[in-house]
């Protein structure tokens, strides 16, 4: 009801019914239809700690998470008033619909679900929006938004977004460089459209924050950008972000792609999350021949406790590290890990829209036996004898239509095989994806 409330509130909030035909002549509506199928399959031992197999023996436990959604993402934006302060707003529509699900399957985070009795909704959704205040190159939004900075990006990773909900200001007034604030104070999970009056982190440590704000924003360079921000998850900590990225032409069939990012984590206020400092640095190397493109990555923890990230309940916000992979983020304390990938590109030999590629991690060097938290720690604790190493492929084969009635059409198959030390933080398991996305403009 207070997102249904938000969006009446918008259409209230116009200031005069007069600027209609402004508001809504350069308006654009969007809507994503995505259907999801997730199977991930526990391997060495591994059983499925969710739903009812929660109240299983562990040796009666199913070992899979196997669900299938669809799932609707409609955006609304409208134009702008003609007054010195223009107003605006956005809106939004989310629905999931339940395709199959068991309830020893469960937990993939597709669909909604109890945690102890595994059931699922048969659809869940809701409505939103927000108020658009602009004056000149500068915007204020106050409501139901995507923010997508380094220190809180919505996270896109299934059926459907988080939401976040609070103000924030774009200002474009200076040449070449891009200014983003924000406060917000809730949220919605990636399997969920209940609405959170916190934020969580990414690990899962049971950690609670009021509130995630941020300033930062990004200067462009002929062919170079750089990226700073600094941030505050409420009582929790301070995080610094800085990254940036360089692309240079040889000629015209290579390309040569450098990018690095870096954070920092330091405990704040009350310490909610206890003693933490923490930072991370990775890099990425990309060379382009014609339709190929060969990269190479080296990603580094310092200190005893892991990097994190501001969190939706369930899950994180998009991870924009360089070593993250589709299972794991390869960021426990003190690890390192490098990652090499090819992608290709294969138009030129007949078949365009279609892509393929493959990639592969390894980590090691993962000991946090110094740390003092209890939040990173209740797990366990490495063991600074056993040398802890993890490995990670991921394959993906993705489809564009580029013609005829289903143009647009995106087909995505993705594949991950973990693999880890015994006592690493994520099971060993083997995962297909399959997804396929289509978007109607309005």
Same mark, same amino acid.
């Given at each position: 009801?207070?997102?249904?409330?938000?969006?009446?509130g918008?259409?209230?909030?116009?200031?005069?019914?007069?600027?209609?035909?402004?508001?809504?002549?350069?308006?654009?509506?969007?809507?994503?239809?995505?259907?999801?199928?997730?199977y991930?399959?526990?391997?060495?031992?591994?059983?499925?700690?969710?739903?009812?197999?929660? !109240?299983?023996?562990?040796?009666?436990?199913?070992?899979?998470r196997?669900?299938w959604?669809?799932?609707?993402v409609?955006?609304?934006?409208?134009?702008?008033?003609?007054?010195?302060? !223009?107003?605006?707003?956005?809106?939004?529509?989310?629905l999931?619909? %339940?395709l199959?699900s068991?309830?020893?399957?469960?937990?993939?985070?597709?669909? !909604?679900y109890?945690?102890?009795?595994?059931?699922?909704?048969?659809?869940?959704?809701?409505?939103?929006?927000?108020?658009?205040?602009k004056?000149k190159?500068?915007?204020?939004?106050?409501?139901?938004?995507?923010?997508?900075v380094?220190v809180?990006?919505?996270?896109?990773?299934?059926?459907?977004?988080?939401?976040?909900?609070?103000?924030?200001?774009?200002? %474009?007034?200076?040449n070449?460089?891009?200014?983003?604030?924000?406060?917000?104070?809730?949220?919605?999970?990636?399997?969920?459209?209940?609405?959170?009056?916190?934020?969580?982190?990414?690990y899962?440590?049971?950690?609670?924050?009021?509130?995630?704000?941020?300033?930062?924003?990004?200067?462009?360079?002929?062919?170079?950008?750089?990226?700073?921000?600094?941030s505050?998850?409420?009582?929790?900590?301070?995080?610094?972000?800085?990254?940036?990225?360089?692309?240079?032409k040889?000629?015209e069939d290579?390309?040569?792609?450098?990018?690095?990012?870096?954070?920092?984590?330091?405990?704040?206020?009350?310490?909610?999350?206890?003693?933490?400092?923490?930072?991370?640095?990775?890099?990425?190397?990309?060379?382009?021949?014609?339709?190929?493109t060969?990269?190479?990555g080296? !990603?580094?923890?310092?200190?005893?406790?892991?990097f994190?990230?501001?969190?939706f309940?369930?899950a994180?916000?998009?991870?924009?590290?360089?070593?993250?992979?589709?299972?794991?983020?390869?960021?426990?304390?003190?690890?390192?890990?490098?990652?090499v990938?090819?992608?290709?590109?294969?138009?030129?030999?007949g078949?365009?829209?279609?892509?393929f590629?493959?990639?592969y991690?390894?980590?090691?060097?993962?000991?946090?036996?110094n740390s003092?938290?209890?939040?990173?720690?209740?797990?366990?604790?490495?063991?600074?004898?056993?040398?802890?190493?993890?490995?990670?492929?991921?394959?993906?084969?993705?489809? %564009?239509?580029?013609?005829?009635f289903?143009?647009?059409?995106?087909v995505?198959?993705?594949?991950?095989?973990?693999?880890?030390?015994?006592?690493?933080?994520?099971?060993?398991?083997?995962e297909?994806?399959?997804?396929?996305?289509y978007?109607?403009k309005?």
């Amino acid at each position: 009801m207070k997102k249904i409330a938000t969006g009446i509130g918008l259409v209230i909030a116009m200031p005069n019914f007069a600027y209609a035909d402004l508001i809504f002549k350069d308006d654009q509506l969007e809507i994503l239809g995505r259907n999801f199928h997730f199977y991930r399959e526990y391997e060495s031992g591994g059983k499925n700690p969710s739903g009812a197999n929660s !109240q299983l023996p562990l040796e009666e436990r199913n070992n899979t998470r196997n669900e299938w959604g669809q799932g609707f993402v409609a955006k609304y934006s409208s134009g702008y008033t003609d007054t010195p302060l !223009q107003v605006g707003f956005d809106a939004y529509g989310l629905l999931g619909l %339940k395709l199959y699900s068991d309830i020893y399957e469960t937990g993939t985070l597709l669909l !909604q679900y109890d945690p102890v009795t595994g059931e699922t909704k048969s659809a869940y959704g809701e409505i939103g929006g927000a108020l658009k205040l602009k004056y000149k190159d500068t915007v204020l939004t106050y409501g139901d938004q995507f923010p997508y900075v380094p220190v809180l990006a919505t996270s896109t990773v299934r059926l459907l977004p988080t939401v976040s909900t609070g103000v924030s200001i774009q200002d %474009k007034s200076f040449n070449n460089l891009l200014i983003n604030a924000g406060y917000f104070y809730s949220m919605n999970p990636l399997d969920s459209t209940k609405d959170l009056n916190y934020f969580t982190t990414d690990y899962g440590a049971g950690i609670k924050a009021n509130s995630v704000s941020f300033l930062g924003g990004t200067y462009s360079f002929p062919n170079a950008s750089l990226t700073a921000y600094f941030s505050e998850l409420e009582d929790v900590w301070n995080q610094a972000y800085l990254g940036g990225t360089y692309l240079k032409k040889i000629d015209e069939d290579q390309k040569l792609k450098l990018g690095f990012t870096s954070f920092s984590n330091t405990d704040t206020g009350k310490k909610k999350g206890g003693d933490i400092e923490a930072y991370i640095a990775s890099a990425m190397a990309d060379y382009n021949y014609k339709n190929h493109t060969l990269s190479f990555g080296y !990603q580094q923890v310092f200190g005893n406790e892991p990097f994190d990230i501001a969190g939706f309940s369930s899950a994180g916000s998009n991870n924009l590290n360089y070593n993250v992979a589709q299972y794991s983020t390869f960021s426990e304390a003190h690890e390192k890990s490098v990652q090499v990938k090819y992608e290709v590109d294969m138009s030129p030999y007949g078949i365009p829209g279609l892509t393929f590629m493959g990639r592969y991690f390894y980590g090691w060097d993962i000991d946090n036996s110094n740390s003092n938290n209890p939040f990173y720690t209740k797990r366990f604790v490495y063991d600074p004898n056993v040398d802890y190493t993890h490995r990670e492929t991921n394959l993906q084969a993705s489809y %564009k239509v580029p013609t005829g009635f289903a143009k647009g059409l995106d087909v995505k198959l993705r594949y991950a095989s973990s693999r880890a030390t015994k006592g690493y933080r994520y099971d060993d398991i083997d995962e297909l994806r399959t997804i396929l996305e289509y978007t109607f403009k309005f």
